[in-house]
């Protein structure tokens, strides 16, 4: 009998008590891009380290030179604005109707911030709403303080629609407490503003509503690639109604996609329905609108406000503000590693030891968290704030994106380099069985329908429960291993016979304790388990989700 080493065995099942539970789908239209900015030689200082603070800010018609365009500015004002902006805060700002580079620069210093501005060419002047001046352009940029890093952007010219009128979006992909991070500033076209633009033949509304598509495929994009994503700016639409379709389209099925700021009041004494707005997706949506913040200026008065428009800024946590300690160790720490590369090891040996193996051996293996690693999807839950769903679930297996537990691949080539089989008895549902046959083979697992045969759960394993010999919901997959009655999943249509014969269970190999026969969570008996353990049982950690 092979023992597993007594601190291994005690090391296994005191994380495994000591768990927290939890259990999603995770990846632009970019147009044109220009070259990653090249990394600032500034280190991230601790506290960005630990929060991102991102704004957004419709200047008014910030103009180069100052006293110019629909909005002339003295220096008194615009030093006002600089201190509105030391006020704010923030590490980025999205900013619209900026005029240039130059007009930015007045606010934002190069020597401490890295300036960004959209590419969209240059639009025909016009009179500003019969005030006598005449407008610049309107613009949206970002300025970044230097300590950021700025690995990418992109214009996103198709929000523009062709129409020199309209402008374009701008995107930067920066390195943030919850890893490279898409941002995306927007300034979406003015005058519709009904919570159903689809139902308005207004000029205005039929815009937005070309406009919305661009917006919504980006987003699908980084919901598909499961990165994290911030779209902030001015919508020129009233997003915080549940019932307006915008809100609704962006947040269809079951996205992370979540606005930070639908609970804040507009600043301005006329308009106090927002439409700037942030919204988050990829990431903890609740820890973030907590914090989400408008800022008003020191003069409220219409007449002497720096503009039209409040700043209104949220903080990005990092990963340890919002992630539960088992998914961080699982995901990060060395110990898990070496557990399951050291009872797989463990397991391997115990193969190799046969000396007479019995005719159509096999080994009976869980999927989840004994096989696939699937910490990436309990990360992406968590960082949203959502927790497990059967809907997100099933996309993340369609997904095909889980990683090999460490020690798995190599154990199951030990299977069958020693002549055994495979049994993969799986609670994943049984209609998803392809997606987790395409995964395994993605990741190099040599699975063949000969040698190994996967089975999900269906409807009948559940209602078996209480039968002669049928004490958890894989006993009786397992039965049909024993029997040779087993319905192993199968690629074509051909009738397998392997599977078809008796096969006589050598090992059992799990995360969870009712990952072996005739075992429940209430009633094992760990005195009769113990001497198995290391030799025929192998129980992984898993502190992230369980029966327990």
Known sequence: MHTLPRTLIAATIALLSAGCATQNALPGDVVSASPAVAPSSVSVSSEISRALKISTWNTEHLAFPADTGCRPRNNEELAAMSDYIKSVDADIFALQEVASKEALAMLFPESDWRLIMSSRPDSESYECRESGFTSTQQKLAFAVRKAINVTQVNNLATLGLDNPGLRFGVAITVDSPLGPTDILTVHLKSGCFVDDYARSDSDACETLASQVPVLDNWVQQREQAGTPYVILGDFNHRL????????????????????????????????????????????????????????????????????????????????????????????????????????????????????????????????????????????????????????????????????????????????????????????????????????????????????????????????????????????????????????????????????????????????????FAGVTQEEADIEMLLPELGDTLFLLPNPMYGSW
């Open 240 to 515: 915080s109604a549940p019932y307006n379709r915008l809100t609704q389209t962006l947040q269809r099925d079951n996205r992370s996609t979540a606005i930070a700021t639908r609970n804040l009041i507009g600043c301005h004494p006329r308009y106090p329905a927002p439409i700037d707005h942030i919204i988050t997706g990829g990431m903890n949506a609740a820890a973030v609108t907590k914090t989400a913040t408008v800022y008003h200026f020191d003069k409220m008065d219409e007449d002497a406000m720096l503009s039209d428009h409040c700043a209104v800024s949220v903080r990005l946590f990092d990963e340890a503000s919002t992630l539960s300690n088992a998914v961080i160790w699982q995901r990060t720490s060395k110990e898990y590693e070496l557990l399951t590369a050291g009872m797989y090891q463990q397991a391997i040996e115990a193969v190799e030891a046969m000396s007479d193996a019995p005719e159509n051996w096999v080994a009976v293996m869980d999927v989840d968290e004994t096989v696939l690693d699937n910490s990436a999807y309990q990360q992406h839950t968590e960082m949203n704030g959502k927790g497990y769903a059967p809907d997100t679930w099933d996309k993340w297996v369609a997904s095909e994106r889980a990683t090999l537990v460490p020690g798995a691949k190599a154990f199951i080539e030990a299977i069958f380099e020693k002549g055994g089989r495979v049994a993969l008895i799986t609670n994943r549902n049984r209609s998803l069985d392809m997606h987790t046959w395409r995964n395994l083979q993605a990741l190099g697992v040599p699975v063949t329908s000969n040698n190994t045969c996967l089975m999900g759960r269906a409807d009948a394993d559940k209602k078996a429960m209480g039968q002669p010999g049928i004490i958890n919901d894989k006993d009786l997959r397992r039965q049909q291993i024993s029997s040779g009655s087993a319905q192993c999943f199968q690629l074509t249509r051909e009738m397998n016979l392997t599977w078809k014969q008796p096969h006589h269970i050598a090992f059992q190999v799990g995360d969870n304790i009712e990952d």
